[in-house]
Nanobody, 121 residues
C-alpha cells in the first residue's frame, strides 16, 4: 500500500521560513512527477510547484523566487523550502505523486493527507 506523508508545517511569522517534506512509502520502484498543492479556506486547491523525476521544476507565479522544490529519488522524498513567507501563503499543503511503479503494479496518482502552514502578519 502506497502512502504519502507530509511533515514540516506549522505557524511562522511573515518573512520566516519553513521546509516541508513528503515521504512516499510502500515498496516503490519509481515515481514520476511530484508536486505540492495548497488549499486555503474557501478556495480551490492550486498547484504551488512540481518537479519531474529528472529534476525539472515549475512554480506558480505567486511563489517564484521564494519557494524551492527538490526531491531525493533514492529516498522517494520531496521537499519544499519556503522562504519569505507571507500571510497569503497560509493554507493546507498537499503532496501529490504521479505514475508510481512497484513490483507488478502502477498507481496513476496519490495524495498526502496535508499539512497546515499558517503565516501570521
Amino acid at each position: 500500500q502506497v502512502q504519502l506523508v507530509e511533515s514540516g508545517g506549522g505557524l511562522v511569522q511573515a518573512g520566516g521560513s519553513l521546509r516541508l517534506s513528503c515521504a512516499a512509502s510502500g515498496s516503490i520502484f519509481s515515481i514520476g512527477t511530484m508536486g505540492w498543492y495548497r488549499q486555503a479556506p474557501g478556495s480551490q486547491r492550486e498547484l504551488v510547484a512540481e518537479i519531474t523525476s529528472g529534476g525539472s521544476s515549475h512554480y506558480a507565479d505567486s511563489v517564484k523566487g521564494r519557494f524551492t522544490i527538490s526531491r531525493d529519488n533514492a529516498k522517494n522524498t520531496m521537499y519544499l523550502q519556503m522562504n519569505s513567507l507571507k500571510p497569503e501563503d497560509t493554507a493546507v499543503y498537499y503532496c501529490n505523486a504521479l505514475n508510481l511503479y512497484g513490483g507488478g503494479w502502477r498507481i496513476n496518482a496519490a495524495w498526502g493527507q496535508g499539512t497546515q502552514v499558517t503565516v501570521s502578519s
